[in-house]
């Protein structure tokens, strides 16, 4: 800024010759640039505007100037000069970014959604899951009515194997029976990928940013799922399988008390076994820019490729424990630390021993 307070260049006093003591010269004839001690420039482009011939204007001003600067450089009027312009003569440039669509704007062109989600291509998904869900994996729900039906809710649950494969079918489930759409939060990373985080957004992947979750759950009335053990859950090893890992900082508490909407558990029983992590290799992982990189037991059993993208079939179980409302006001910048921690560290909990509790009633791995 300036010593009267403006930025410089900003205002009409500071553009023009006549406020700066200096005027532009050069010779138009020879196609000599304009200097700053007075010249036919600036008066020949005056005379031009006051008959309307803006473009012409134009020319005499920019004479001189590289091409590429020309095109970008705007004609610096002074404010008795643009009463003159003629009317309908302003250019029409895009000045900043384009803002979001009205509400109001119509309908859209295709079905892919605000969030990247596309109905269409969650349909051929489910297709292609269907075999999965009903015939490999033979999944059964326990209380799946606990889950409502409108209104916003944020659904947790515990993450396990390699390749995550509890996520698509809690996906698939819920879609399949209460034709409900299921929102995904997961970190940022994966929508790096190319064309497989094009491909995650269509099936309904979200980064996992506070404003989305505000959005998806108290704005837009929708399901969200999300893993609070995060990486940890798929990244431990088939010795320490249904052994929750802590809840990070408690942030899908928060995330639940601002939105004003329950959060509901689902334990989940049978995904570790069918993509086990025998051990990692971190110097690999590190090369390659993943998170982890881990040797399963499908690779001993199917080989590199095929067992990188097959999941063995292990029976799954899935029970949607008691929503968890909490008697606090939405829409706070904050909650109390403590508080939301005694709530991370109670859901845990409870997921922990609802999932010893399914252990012991399972008779089989395969068959349930």
Do not use: C
Request: no cysteine; aromatic share 8%; net charge positive.
């Amino acid at each position: 800024m300036d010593r009267d307070g403006e930025p410089p260049g900003t205002g009409a006093r500071s553009n023009h010759p006549a406020n700066t003591g200096s005027r532009r010269t050069g010779d138009t004839n020879t196609g000599e640039p304009a200097t700053r001690d007075g010249g036919p420039a600036r008066s020949d482009a005056a005379r031009a505007i006051r008959s309307g011939r803006v473009a012409a204007a134009r020319k005499h001003v920019n004479d001189g100037r590289p091409e590429a600067r020309r095109r970008r450089t705007p004609t610096r009027l002074h404010p008795e000069e643009i009463g003159r312009i003629p009317e309908n003569s302003y250019p029409v440039t895009n000045v900043g970014p384009a803002i979001d669509e009205p509400d109001d704007a119509g309908p859209r062109r295709d079905d892919v959604d605000v969030w990247g989600r596309s109905e269409r291509f969650r349909e051929l998904v489910r297709k292609l899951g269907s075999f999965h869900y009903h015939r490999w994996f033979r999944v059964e729900w326990e209380g799946l009515e606990k889950i409502p039906t409108s209104g916003g809710a944020l659904l947790i649950a515990n993450h396990a194997a390699a390749i995550p494969s509890d996520a698509p079918m809690i996906m698939q489930g819920i879609e399949e029976e209460l034709h409900r759409p299921v929102y995904g939060l997961a970190d940022f990373w994966f929508r790096t990928l190319p064309l497989a985080g094009t491909l995650w957004s269509r099936g309904g992947g979200v980064p996992a940013h506070p404003d989305n979750a505000q959005r998806l759950l108290h704005d837009d009335g929708q399901l969200a799922l999300v893993f609070p053990e995060g990486i940890k859950g798929p990244s431990k090893l088939s010795r320490d399988r249904y052994q929750l890992r802590r809840f990070g900082r408690g942030g899908f508490v928060e995330t639940a008390m601002r939105a004003g909407v329950p959060i509901v558990p689902i334990a989940i029983v049978g995904a570790e076994e069918s993509m086990p992590v025998l051990f990692k290799v971190p110097a690999a992982a590190k090369v390659l820019g993943l998170p982890y990189l881990p040797v399963t037991a499908n690779h001993l059993l199917l080989g590199p490729l095929l067992g990188t993208v097959t999941w063995l079939p292990a029976k799954f179980r899935f029970r949607v424990l008691d929503p968890i409302r909490f008697d606090v006001p939405e829409g706070l910048e904050r909650y109390p630390r403590s508080r939301v921690m005694e709530e991370a560290d109670e859901i845990r909990q409870r997921l922990q021993e609802a999932l010893y509790e399914m252990l012991e009633q399972r008779r089989s791995v395969w068959f349930g």
